[in-house]
Nanobody, 123 residues
Framework: VQLQASGGGLAQPGGSLGLSCKIS????????IGWFRQAPGKEREGVAC????????VYAGSVKGRFIISRLNAENTVDLQMNNLKPEDTAVYYC?????????????????WGQGTQVTVSS
């Protein structure tokens, strides 16, 4: 399995950015794709997760109502639309194969990871 993350960049507070994760290969054993982020000096944390079968999604409290995760199964992509960005959203963002479970935010259950993409929110 290979995951290729793209997007990110620099945005002003209150602005928007989009991330995309292209998945190739078999994800048998993982029923979901998660977006995680890691800020300098902090642990990696789950941001959003989507079950590929039906599009059910869950979010971390810090991004709920601002971020939207979506999937396009025909193109094997999972996107993360980030709105009303805040400086505390600044981090390296990763997509990963994982399981749609109560422990989805635990990066330890993720199996395959894409390379990170930097998101910086600053005026």
């Amino acid at each position: 399995v290979q995951l290729q993350a793209s997007g990110g960049g620099l945005a002003q507070p209150g602005g928007s950015l989009g991330l995309s994760c292209k998945i190739s290969g078999s994800t048998l054993g993982s029923d979901a794709i998660g977006w995680f982020r890691q800020a300098p000096g902090k642990e990696r944390e789950g941001v959003a997760c989507i079950r590929r079968r039906d599009g059910s999604a869950v979010y971390a409290g810090s991004v709920k109502g601002r971020f939207i995760i979506s999937r396009l199964n025909a193109e094997n992509t999972v996107d993360l639309q980030m709105n009303n960005l805040k400086p505390e959203d600044t981090a390296v963002y990763y997509c990963a194969t994982t399981n749609f479970s109560p422990s989805w935010k635990d990066s330890g259950i993720a199996t395959f990871w894409g390379q990170g993409t930097q998101v910086t929110v600053s005026s």
